[in-house]
């Protein structure tokens, strides 16, 4: 059974930065795509940003695009997101999940992904 613990979130003015860390457990981490989602108060969880097993092959939301930076270590079996420029609408729980896939295939919707971890608050504030 794959664990993932999640930390990093908090608070931050909009224009700052913040570096998201998932570690896993219980599993072989390559074999795993891993994927980042939100969830605003009110809103539907939404995809973020995925990595798939072997690290070559990425994917960002829209609204996240050439702002979020995804990356994964195999040897310590984490996963990063990396956000800069935060705005407002950044503001939201974000949850790490795992899927198994093949080694360089990533996955946007939640339901391909077998394993969550409790989240992290992500808040953007002035």
């Known amino acids: 059974q794959v664990q993932l613990v999640e930390s990093g979130g908090g608070l931050v003015q909009p224009g700052g930065s913040l570096r998201l860390s998932c570690s896993a457990s219980?599993?072989?981490?390559?074999?795993?795509?891993m994927a980042w989602f939100r969830q605003a108060p009110g809103n539907e969880r939404e995809f973020v940003s995925a990595?798939?097993?072997?690290?070559?092959?990425?994917w960002f939301a829209d609204s996240v695009k050439g702002r979020f930076t995804i990356s994964r270590d195999n040897a310590k079996n984490i996963v990063y997101l990396q956000m800069d420029n935060l705005e407002l609408g950044d503001t939201a729980i974000y949850y790490c999940?795992?899927?198994?896939?093949?080694?360089?295939?990533?996955?946007?919707?939640?339901?391909?992904?077998?394993?969550w971890g409790q989240g992290t608050q992500v808040t953007v504030s002035s």
């Open positions: 999940a795992a899927g198994a896939m093949s080694a360089s295939v990533v996955a946007t919707l939640a339901e391909k992904y077998g394993h």
């Open positions: 219980g599993g072989t981490f390559r074999n795993y795509a």
């Open positions: 990595v798939s097993g072997n690290g070559a092959g990425t």
